[in-house]
């Protein structure tokens, strides 16, 4: 029984170290995002708007210091929409959420490198979807009810975000193994 209690003790004390880690690694994320500049989110955006261009049709061009202009469609793809933010909750939702299904180091240490990468792609594919669909609305000049086109283009990026990170912690969670009834 001891050594039961002594091995479960010691997997909970290893998912608590990697989460913490991985909240340590959200944390300098958020830390750098809250001062980067355009050029040192050219990493997430540059992907991000080739992805919008093959997907609207739209076609953007570098402005240093600003961001991403389509002066076709009078949009533009700035810091603001690199969806780090998202990034940082993606990352955070699949390495502290399936901890649990880890039990060595290098199985830890892979799912801290998958849920990075994970993150990172479907960020860029959610920013690319948010983003075509804002043109389109923009194009439109699209109202719904009481919401103006301002609202609506972040009730719909809630939304795609919502569906993103749903979808990715389902298939982490499956990918894993990863059961329902867990604890820390």
Known sequence: MSESVDRAWWERTLNL?????ALG???????????????D???????????VEWL???RFEAEAGIGYLSRDH???IVPACAGVNFMIVAFASLACGLAHTRTTWRGRFALLISSALAAY???????AV???MAIRLHAAAARWGPLSAEHLHTA??????????????????????ARRDFAI
Request: glycine share 14%; aromatic share 16%.
């Open 17 to 21: 170290a990697l989460i913490g880690f």
């Open 25 to 39: 690694v959200a944390w300098g994320l958020k830390d750098f995002y809250s001062r980067a500049r355009f050029e």
């Open 41 to 51: 989110l050219l990493w997430v955006l540059g992907p991000t708007r080739r992805l």
């Open 56 to 58: 609207s049709g739209a």
């Open 74 to 76: 009078r949009f533009q």
């Open 121 to 127: 792609a479907v960020t860029v594919a959610a920013n």
């Open 130 to 132: 948010r983003i075509s």
């Open 156 to 177: 719909i990026g809630v939304m795609i975000y919502f569906l993103f990170l749903g979808g990715l912690f389902a298939l982490g969670a499956k990918l894993t193994g």
